[in-house]
C-alpha cells in the first residue's frame, strides 16, 4: 500500500463511517453498488481499479453495466433518481448532467475540499451549481482526429489541417486503396446516431466554422447562422462519400471498431481510443498518431468539444459515507494514475500530467493538456434544467440534415424557432 493510500481522505472517511455507523467495535462490510455506461475496456478493468479501495475498507463495489449511449444512461438516471431509487449508491455522470441533475446528489464540497484543490479549477466548476459540488471528476475528455501515419506517407499527403483538406486526403487515400484492392477501405469515421454524441461532433464543426456554439454563454440562441449552415453542408457531403452511410448510427464504439480494423484514414474519436488503437489485438497498433480536429471556414480555429466523466453520491443511498469514500478514491490521484495508464482517459489532477509513467505508457495524455484546457462546453450551464433538450433538438436538426431530409438552411431555422419557444422568454 502506497503513502498515498496510508494517509488519503477516502481511508479516512471511509474508517469514520464505518465507526459511526456501526460504532467502533462492529464494523460491518458494506456492498456499494455503482452504475456507469462505459466505451472500451472500462468495465473490465473496473474490478481491479476499485480493489485498493475493497481491501482497504473491508467493503465490495457492485457495478451496475449501462449502455454505452451518455443519452440512454441520462434518461434511466433521471426515472431512478425522481423515483428516490435508494438501491444504488454512485452514478457516473457526465459533464453536462451537473445542473439537471444537481438536487438528486449529496454536495461534496467540504468533503472533498482538499482533494479538489487538487484538480483543474474549471472541471470543479463545471461540477458545482449553486455553490454545491454535485460530483467529483475521475477523467476529463477531448476529441482528436486519428490519422493513418502509414497511408499518408505512401500517399505522400500532409496531415490535413482544414476540414476541406482533409475531406479531400480522405478521398484520395480511400479511392487509391480501393483500387489497390481494399474493397472495404473508407475516409473517415465518426458519429453521426441521433445521440449526445452527434452534438458534440457537430458542435465542433460549426465552433470551428466560425458558426457559434449553438446557445452562446449568454444565453443567445445563435445557431441559425451562415456559417453553421455551411459547416452542416460540408459534412453531409461526407456521409456516402467518404464515410459509410451507416455512419447516421454510429456512436464512438462503432466508429472506434471500424478504424481498429485497419477501414479507416482518419476518425474523430475521444482519447479513450488511443490506448485501445495500440493494444495487440488491433490492425492499427502503432501505425496512427492524433492531431488537433480541423479548422473550418476561417482557417484558424479548431475546436473540440468539452467531455467528461465525474463520480455523484445518490441523496437516497444508505451508504452514503461509505459511497462518499469511493467516490473520493476514484477521483483521487491513485485510481486517476491508473485509469490514465490502462484506458487513456485524461486525468483531471493537474500534477498527473508531469507524471513520468502516464506519459511512457499513453503519450497522448501531457500533449492533450492544453487540448481539453481550451475545449468548447457545451451549453449546459446556460440552458440549465433543459439543457438535454435543446441538445436533442440540436442533435435531430443535424442528423436530417446529414440523412438528406431538409437543407441545414430550413433545418436550423425550424430549430431556432424550437429553441426560442423552449427558452419560454428572456432567460433560460
Ligand atoms: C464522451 C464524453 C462525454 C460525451 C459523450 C458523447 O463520453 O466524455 O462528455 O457526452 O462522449 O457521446
Redesign the pocket.
Same mark, same amino acid.
Do not use: H, K, M, N
Given at each position: 500500500m502506497t503513502k498515498f493510500m496510508k494517509s488519503a481522505a477516502w481511508r479516512a472517511t471511509a474508517m469514520a463511517a464505518a465507526i459511526s455507523a456501526f460504532g467502533a467495535t462492529s464494523v460491518l462490510a458494506e456492498d456499494i453498488t455503482y452504475v456507469s455506461?462505459a466505451?472500451g475496456n472500462a468495465i473490465d478493468n473496473f474490478k481491479a481499479l476499485v480493489k485498493p479501495w475493497e481491501d482497504a475498507t473491508g467493503n465490495t463495489v457492485t457495478i451496475v453495466p449501462m449502455p454505452?449511449?451518455?443519452?440512454d444512461q441520462f434518461g434511466q438516471y433521471r426515472l431512478w433518481l425522481a423515483a428516490g431509487n435508494s438501491d444504488i449508491d454512485l452514478y457516473q455522470t457526465?459533464?453536462?448532467w451537473a445542473p439537471q441533475l444537481a438536487e438528486h446528489f449529496v454536495d461534496l464540497t467540504e468533503v472533498a475540499g482538499e482533494l479538489a484543490k487538487t484538480h483543474f479549477p474549471s472541471i470543479i466548476e463545471s461540477q458545482t451549481v449553486d455553490g454545491k459540488l454535485v460530483a467529483l471528476p475521475i477523467?476529463?475528455?477531448a476529441?482528436a482526429l486519428y490519422y493513418r501515419k502509414d497511408l499518408l506517407e505512401k500517399y505522400n499527403l500532409p496531415v490535413p489541417k482544414t476540414w476541406e483538406e482533409m475531406t479531400a486526403t480522405a478521398k484520395t487515400i480511400q479511392d487509391g486503396e480501393r483500387a489497390a484492392g481494399n474493397a472495404d477501405m473508407w475516409g473517415f469515421v465518426w458519429?453521426g446516431n441521433a445521440?449526445?454524441? *452527434?452534438?458534440?461532433d457537430a458542435l465542433e464543426w460549426l465552433k470551428s466554422s466560425g458558426g457559434g456554439q449553438i446557445v452562446e454563454p449568454d444565453g443567445t440562441i445563435s445557431v441559425n447562422n451562415p456559417n453553421a449552415i455551411a459547416a452542416l453542408e460540408l459534412a453531409k457531403t461526407w456521409v456516402g462519400n467518404i464515410s459509410p452511410e451507416g455512419v447516421l448510427a454510429y456512436?464512438?464504439e462503432e466508429a472506434r471498431g471500424l478504424w481498429q480494423t485497419g477501414n479507416a484514414v482518419f476518425m474523430r474519436n475521444?482519447p479513450?481510443a488511443y490506448g485501445l488503437g495500440n493494444g495487440d489485438d488491433s490492425a492499427v497498433k502503432g501505425l496512427f498518431d492524433v492531431t488537433t480536429l480541423p479548422t473550418g471556414l476561417d482557417s484558424t480555429t479548431s475546436a473540440a468539444? *468539452?467531455?467528461?466523466?465525474n463520480v455523484a453520491v445518490s441523496k437516497y443511498s444508505k451508504h452514503q459515507e461509505a459511497a462518499i469514500s469511493l467516490a473520493m478514491y476514484l477521483a483521487g490521484p491513485e485510481a486517476q494514475k491508473q485509469r490514465a495508464i490502462n484506458e487513456s482517459n485524461l486525468p483531471t489532477i493537474i500534477s498527473l500530467y508531469d507524471d513520468a509513467d502516464i506519459a511512457a505508457a499513453q503519450p497522448i495524455i501531457p500533449r492533450w493538456k492544453d487540448v481539453f484546457l481550451q475545449a468548447v462546453p457545451?451549453p449546459s450551464a446556460p440552458t440549465r434544467g433543459k439543457y438535454n433538450e435543446v441538445s436533442s433538438l440540436f442533435w435531430n436538426a443535424v442528423h436530417n440534415t446529414l440523412a438528406g431530409d431538409g437543407t441545414a438552411a430550413d433545418n436550423l431555422e425550424e430549430l431556432e424557432v424550437l429553441l426560442t419557444d423552449l427558452k419560454g422568454g428572456e432567460s433560460w
Open positions: 455506461g466505451v454505452a449511449s451518455t443519452s457526465d459533464v453536462i477523467f476529463t475528455d476529441p458519429q445521440y449526445e454524441g *452527434l452534438t458534440c456512436q464512438e475521444w479513450y468539444t *468539452l467531455g467528461g466523466w457545451r
